[in-house]
């Protein structure tokens, strides 16, 4: 029988950008998404949004991994 500590969380929407200040409305379009925040990305290279937990990475920063 599976256990329920098995089930992983999904990783987070990830999108690389080329600037370090950048917005989420968690699509707001599509009407499932929340007001529009303003992000920093720090030193580590990425932000994540608290409202939808979209992850933005700064592109050729510490955290850009592709």
Not at 7 to 12: G, T
Not at 15 to 25: H, I, L, S
Not at 47 to 52: K, P, Q, S, T
Request: negative net charge; contains cysteine.
């Amino acid at each position: 029988m599976p256990s329920a500590h098995n089930h992983a969380l999904p990783a987070p929407e990830t999108y690389v950008t080329q600037t370090a200040r950048v917005w989420c409305d968690g699509d707001e379009q599509a009407g499932d998404g929340h007001p529009r925040v303003w992000l920093q990305i720090d030193a580590t290279g990425l932000a994540d949004c608290g409202y939808c937990d979209r992850r933005f990475i700064l592109a050729g920063g510490p955290a850009d991994q592709r």
